[in-house]
């Protein structure tokens, strides 16, 4: 490892941010991160992914030992982009501090909380030595802001192919609404687009008898889906929700009744749909609405984001224990807020997910207080050190 490397959490984040990295370009920041890790000890992998319109993405995978158990940090180097940069207070890739905050572009989304994740694997490896004998990775992708098509599910299924086994993930985006310690995420809801077209026929505002206008038509439809909940929440999760986010005619004229009205929503829903129940009912609830008087086509978005849980346990206790022990708050396990990659990891071991506070993820003059870096690399310390203690070697299926 380089004696210029400067491993404080501080240190390693604004390196990561100073990589501008944004979806779908690497950056700099893999090439980095994986010149630390290697210097660490740690064999890495660089796969690059591609598919037919979407662009290709550079990933990380990178492992340490070979016995078990096997913990797996998980994360992402990319990030938004930065919108008019004269509006920042400071370069969205500068790294700077001022009054004790870091500035820029993935400070707390998720640059800042790879560092921390580096910093405590790098401080706990040095302080077990030779002793060390389960297994610590690293999964890291460049698409999770992107279309994460060439990204975290195909880095999956490259790892699976070549007989890598995981028993626990944490995942550290932002997960904490206000302060450090306020929230672990142990699943997340589904997600499922619609796009919905009323068909009319245009014609003139004066002789409505020869058009068909499909307008109420569509607020017919449009509250037929809203009129009755479709559930009322589960145990973990809230109740599932449908907004509209388009409703739109694209007509300019005040004197002519559209051809078409064209709605789009979308659902977040909870454990109790799948993509499929939930079309189905949505299909239930607007023929039912249409009967013979609308003439309607739906198109149902192919949807990557199933609802799912990882039901509380030991792994998740222990998580609890090291945020109580460092922050004094004994956080609530929470299904809320958007996707994330979690919802491929699910598949390969149980994943949880705990990182900084994400209020200024995405906006001008994203930004993380650097004591919170230390506190949350003070927490993955707890957590490492813990985890492959030998009493706690029971945690692996």
Same mark, same amino acid.
């Given at each position: ?28 920041? &893999? ?38 158990? !096997? ?23 500068? $790294? ?6 870091? !500035? ?50 195909? @880095? @999956? ?12 993930? @944490? ?20 997600? &499922? ?13 004066? !002789? ?32 599932? #929700? ?27 829903? %909870? ?7 939930? $079309?189905?009912?949505?299909? /239930?609830?607007?023929?039912? /609405?249409?009967? #013979? /008087?609308?003439? !309607? ?6 949807? %990557? ?36 990659? /979690? ?51 029971? &945690?692996?299926?």
């Amino acid at each position: 490892m380089p004696d210029s490397l400067d491993r404080s959490p501080l240190g390693l984040a604004q390196a990561l941010i100073r990589c501008p990295s944004v979806t779908p370009e690497e950056g700099g920041a &893999l090439d980095w991160l994986g010149g630390v890790l290697e210097a660490a000890g740690f064999t890495v992998h660089r796969p690059r992914f591609s598919e037919s319109g979407t662009p290709d993405i550079d990933n990380l995978y990178a492992r340490i030992g070979t016995g078990t158990p !096997y913990l797996l940090f998980a994360g992402h180097t990319d990030v938004v982009p930065t919108g008019e940069v004269a509006a920042w207070r400071h370069g969205p890739f500068a $790294g700077t501090v001022a009054d004790g905050i870091l !500035y820029g572009r993935g400070a707390v989304d998720m640059k800042g909380g790879i560092a921390c994740m580096l910093a405590a694997a790098l401080d706990y490896l040095d302080a077990a030595g030779p002793a060390f004998s389960g297994s610590l990775g690293f999964l890291i992708t460049g698409d999770e802001e992107g279309p994460a098509i060439n990204g975290t599910v195909k @880095l @999956l299924d490259w790892a699976r192919a070549r007989g890598e086994r995981f028993d626990h993930c @944490l995942l550290g985006e932002p997960t904490n609404p206000e302060r450090l310690g306020d929230m672990i995420k142990i699943g997340r809801r589904g997600s &499922l687009t619609g796009k919905l077209t009323v068909h009319g026929r245009q014609g003139h505002v004066a !002789y409505p008898h020869r058009a068909e206008n499909p307008i109420p038509g569509m607020l017919r439809l449009a509250g037929a889906l809203l009129a009755a909940p479709l559930d009322g929440g589960t145990r973990h999760f809230d109740a599932s #929700n449908l907004e509209f986010t388009t409703l739109d005619v694209g007509n300019p004229a005040t004197n002519v009744i559209p051809a078409e009205a064209r709605a789009t929503f979308n659902i977040r829903f %909870n454990e109790g749909w799948t993509a499929e129940t939930l $079309g189905a009912e949505i299909r /239930a609830r607007l023929e039912r /609405a249409a009967g #013979n /008087a609308v003439r !309607y086509s739906l198109d149902l978005q192919p949807s %990557n984001s199933p609802a799912f849980l990882t039901e509380p346990d030991a792994f998740t206790d222990l998580v609890s224990a090291a945020i109580e022990t460092e922050t004094g708050r004994v956080p609530k396990l929470s299904t809320t807020g958007g996707t994330s990659d /979690a919802r491929f990891i699910k598949d390969a071991c149980p994943v949880i997910e705990f990182g900084l506070v994400g209020e200024t993820m995405h906006q001008t003059d994203e930004c993380v207080a650097v004591a919170d870096l230390n506190r949350l690399t003070a927490i993955y310390t707890r957590v490492i050190a813990a985890y492959f203690d030998s009493a706690t070697r029971g &945690l692996s299926p």
